[in-house]
């Protein structure tokens, strides 16, 4: 079988023709794009639709509220975080400014949980890495040395300490960026240090192939670590008593031992954890488990019905719950016992998300897309 274009398959940024080719390819567009008589038409339309201030969801830390913001324009969306609902907004984070041509990106951040600091990545054209930093709220001033070869991880802050993440192996030189990666592992990085003394938490030298992430509790006494191989959504579970670790050495016990399938994190208190699986219910449950008598084994909490169970979320003493129904979301709350509530009502027909929070908490946020309204 014939395959004359095999060779542009080689990476640009270490093979000179391929990237010779791409230059000329551009070269050719921009000169045709250029000549489009009503380009600048279309431009000018197009700018005046985007025109317009834009949020994301606030994230509540503390007494803070973390959220991005774009004026209109803006080739990224800023960080900004205020004092109360109501407070004076201020700008924390302007990735506008990292780079001249916009390659550096935000491409994630998180506040730890008195919103003293926020962790947050950053994105270098495109690329699937990240290096991950550390600013001081109160200061703006940018803590200790990034942490890099992060990659599809998680954030996931104890108290102020530090933060949980998932990064592989530094690649060496001359490596395949393509090439497959191995021996994803958890870490733990305390804010001010430099990476050479962040500690290693989990990782399955057995199982090479197996990426792990971490989350914390709310109540910060649970480092709940999810394993799974490639896109297959199946996990396995392990935990961490996070009360009774000593520096460097992390303790993780199995919770679910093998990857058969799905788990999801809804919230831990105490020795009780809730998680979404799908074990024994293709439209997934909410179950729950109580560590200090495991031998009871899990209780579902709310049981499988005939729409998706997308997401569940423990907010002040109450779950939220998210169903997919007829390709629609329906959202509704029910006590801790999984008792029905009162349905949220949703903007007409369309799909919600965010829906964020924490036990104790008084509020949540969330976007709405309609499916038949313009914004």
Known sequence: VADPYRWLEADPRSEPKVAGWMAQQNALSADYLAKLPQRDKFAARIRSLFDYERYGLPRKAGSRYFYTRNSGLQNQSALWVR????????????PNTWSVDSTLALAQWEPSPSGKYVA????EAGSDWRTL????VGTGKVLGEPVRWANDTEIAWIGDEGF??????????????RAPRYDKAVWFHRVGSGQASDELVHA???????????QVTADGRWAVIVSEVSTDRRNAVHLIQLDARRDGAWKAEALVPEIADHWKLVAGMGNKLWFLTDRGAANFHLVSIDLARPKLGWKVVVPERGNTLEGARMIGDRFLLSYLKDGQSVAVMT????????????????????????PGDAETFY????????P
Do not use: C
Request: glycine fraction near 12%; aromatic fraction near 10%; charged fraction near 20%.
């Open 83 to 94: 004092s109360g609902v109501a407070g004076k907004q201020r700008l924390l984070l302007d």
């Open 120 to 123: 947050f990545a950053e994105q």
């Open 133 to 136: 930093r550390v600013v001081e």
């Open 164 to 177: 949980l993440y998932s990064r592989f192996p530094e690649p060496k030189a001359g490596q395949d960026p």
């Open 204 to 214: 399955t030298p057995d199982h090479p192939e197996w990426s792990h992430k971490a």
């Open 335 to 358: 006590d801790r016992k999984g008792q029905p509530g009162t349905a949220i009502t949703l903007n007409g027909i369309g799909t919600a998300s965010g829906f964020g929070g924490r």
């Open 367 to 374: 976007q709405f897309t309609s499916f038949n309204m313009p």
